[in-house]
C-alpha cells in the first residue's frame, strides 16, 4: 500500500478515486510517564517514553486508515493528513490519520 501526503504519486496514474479513509489512535498519560517526563524536563534531554508513545499511536492510526483503504479495493492512500489532539481535560491524546484512498496503475 502507497501512502503519501501530496495529492500525486510520481510515476503512477490514478485511475480511480474512491473515498476518504481515516485512522485514530487514543494514548493516556499516566502517572509514572508524567514522573520520568518531570525529570527530564528538570535535568534536560528530551522525554523518550512520550516520543516513543506518540510514535506508537501515530503508527496505530496509519495501520487504521490502511486497512480501511485495502477493504474498499485500494492500493494508495494519498493526501495523507495526521492530527494531533487533546482530549479528556488534557489527559488524552489523540492522533487521526486521514486521506483518500485510490487505485493505481
Known sequence: MLITTTSTLEGK???RYIGLVSGEAII???IVKDFFAGITDIVG???GMYEKSLRDAKNIAIEEMTQMARQMGANAVIGVDLDYETVGNGSMLMVS???TAVITN
Open 45 to 47: 534531554g528530551r522525554a
Open 13 to 15: 496514474q490514478i485511475t
Open 97 to 99: 490519520a486521514s486521506g
Open 28 to 30: 493516556g498519560a499516566n
